[in-house]
């Protein structure tokens, strides 16, 4: 079994179609240790592996978050109030996976409706860092990003709104991927703010990453109005070398509010580019510290708006303490949400509301063109733009729980990308020590590139990954994730 | 600091009951998020067009045919409470 584990998820597939492994075997022993999982990472398990369909994922099983819909099977979001939903149909982006054979593992944990940084605000209970269990694993893809850190699942899907991939990938240890907006139907995923909700793979290396992306993307969903045809095919990636890689450095995004530990591991990773043949130079994204201001506009405006739909008449929760219209929606709503999607309800309500439109809303928008333009600058001299993933290794649960703000700045390196609509990887580049000390953990390194520039962006993120030799097997030194603690 | 009568208009509007003590704490955790968000104010942003769709998509357009729909009694089957093949609410004069 633990040989089967060592594999990465493109190993397992090449394992099963030489016949040198069993895919009822392969699936089996990540169902069984997705079952016993001890880190809350799971929130379903499937029951026994479906009929398999031979594909070029090569029947590997894949762990989905939870706010992908899947016929028959619950998709909560992490919410009460969608309390035992089963929705009648699946998400495009899992239904293609599957019929490239990857099948259904099960569907993970996640911050409720993907509001938070964390994987706190879920009505599952939060999610526990593999390499620390007294950690967050981030959020909110965080149930997706410790199953694979810990081994419980060969590989994962997540969303990404504002970093809830590439967040959760840093504090656990292993890459997520945001694509390019548009790059990936959202067909079928519980919206949170659709002008940049997108989904991506979350996994043990960049070349599973690439793999499991290159059956994502493909022609445009017609179920999908924002969806693209890709340009070209993912390609797995073979480079060694960096030379002539031109890689910008923020200083806005890699000074102030930075972690000495992670800084470190950071501009050691940025070295390691330079003996590898890159040019690394500033460069300015001069309305990057305005992202998070306006992301905190125009994510909740979207929010409040997408989840007008809860009202207890259609699917999930409904309060039976009403007995008039306006009561029974408000009431249902009251119970069924948690306190961080209260907050961006009302945030984004707030900034809806007639008097704040244009002050909000608007300047928020304009702020986004800007910042989009900082990028199209940039990648006039750079090929990619380099960032810390994330301000910090993995905090301790509960500490930021009471600061919404302290939380919201997790996702200060991670948002501009967002507004702008560019694909972004992070990859391991180190382990720090947490500010208080303790136990090293591990750090990202984020890679941001022009939109659709996929393939250079994981061929550059696996040079770096040879050259780091990041083990993400150290994980499991901090304990069995199937065993209590 | 937001005043809590305008935190309970906003709740009115969102459709969202809060007890006074959620009323309390919101009115104070909003007001910190607005303080942060106002550092957008410092920028001129008056020649600047607004961007709500990141990359370049025309009208999507598509035939308008018909399709089948999802069968009645599968979507009906989430709902918490159904009369004659209808969603079933509470009066909106009770």
């Avoid at chain 1, 089963?86 to 099960?106: I, K, M, Q, S």
């Avoid at chain 1, 200060?412 to 090293?440: H, N, Q």
């Amino acid at each position: 079994m633990s040989e089967i584990l060592e594999l990465s998820a493109a190993a397992a597939a090449g394992a099963v179609a030489s016949g040198e492994l069993d895919a009822g075997e392969l699936f089996e022993t990540y169902r069984a240790r997705a079952a016993a999982d001890q880190l809350n990472a799971f929130v379903w398990v499937a029951e026994a592996a479906p009929p398999a369909v031979a594909g070029p994922l090569g029947g590997v099983p894949l762990a989905v978050k939870d706010l992908f819909c899947t016929e028959g099977v619950p998709s909560q979001s992490g919410s009460r109030i969608l309390a035992g939903y089963c929705p009648p149909y699946t998400a495009t982006v899992v239904e293609r996976l599957a019929a490239d054979g990857a099948p259904l593992l099960g569907k993970t944990n996640q911050d409720e409706f993907a509001m938070g940084s964390s994987t706190e605000n879920s009505a599952f209970g939060p999610v526990r860092n593999p390499w620390d269990r007294g950690r967050v694993p981030g959020g909110s893809s965080g149930g997706s990003a410790a199953a694979v850190a810990a081994r419980l699942a060969p590989w994962a899907l997540g969303t990404d709104t504002g970093g809830s991939i590439r967040q959760p990938a840093a504090l656990c240890g292993i890459v997520g991927l945001k694509p390019t907006y548009g790059a990936v139907s959202r067909y079928g995923m519980i919206a949170f703010a659709s002008s940049l909700d997108q989904a991506g793979p979350l996994t043990r290396d960049v070349t599973d990453a690439a793999l499991l992306y290159s059956r994502m993307v493909g022609p445009r969903d017609p179920r999908d109005s924002t969806s693209l045809d890709f340009p070209g095919a993912i390609e797995l990636p073979v480079r060694s070398d960096l030379a002539g890689v031109r890689i910008g450095v923020p200083a806005e995004l890699s000074g102030d509010g930075i972690e000495a530990g992670v800084l470190s591991a950071f501009e050691a990773t940025l070295e390691l580019a330079r003996a590898l043949g890159a040019s690394v130079e500033p460069c300015a994204l001069p309305h990057a510290p305005h992202a998070l201001a306006a992301y905190y506009v125009l994510a909740p405006a979207e929010a409040s708006s997408n989840l007008a739909r809860f009202d207890g008449v259609r699917y999930g929760y409904r309060s039976s303490d009403a007995d008039e219209l306006i009561g029974m929606y408000t009431q249902t709503r009251h119970d069924g949400f948690g306190a961080e999607v209260k907050r961006r309800i009302m945030l984004g309500t707030y900034a809806l509301s007639s008097g704040y439109y244009d002050a909000f809303y608007g300047r928020a928008q304009r702020v986004r063109t800007k910042i989009a333009e900082d990028f199209a600058v940039g990648f006039e001299r750079f090929d990619f733009i380099a960032t810390p993933t994330a301000p910090g290794v993995a905090f301790e649960l509960g500490a930021k729980t009471s600061d919404p703000l302290a939380m919201y700045l997790n996702d200060f390196c991670t948002v501009p990308m967002s507004l702008a609509g560019i694909p972004a990887i992070s990859i391991p580049c180190g382990l720090a020590e947490p500010p208080g000390g303790g136990r090293a953990l591990p750090v990202g390194f984020q890679l941001a590139g022009p939109a659709f520039s996929e393939n250079t962006l994981l061929a550059a993120a696996f040079a770096l990954e040879q050259a780091l030799g990041f083990d993400g097997a150290l994980a499991s030194s901090a304990g069995d994730p199937t065993a209590d603690q | 600091m937001i005043e809590r009568e305008e935190v309970r208009h906003v709740a009115r509007l969102a459709r969202l009951a809060l007890s006074d003590e959620e009323v309390d704490r919101m009115a104070v955790e909003l007001a910190g998020v607005l303080d942060h968000i106002a550092t957008i104010e410092q920028l001129d942003l008056d020649t600047v067009e607004p961007t709500s769709h990141v990359v370049a998509v025309e009208n999507a357009l598509r035939e308008d045919l018909p399709q089948p729909s999802l069968a009645r009694e599968l979507v009906l089957a989430s709902a918490p409470a159904v009369v004659d093949d209808g969603f079933a609410v509470p009066s909106p004069q009770a």
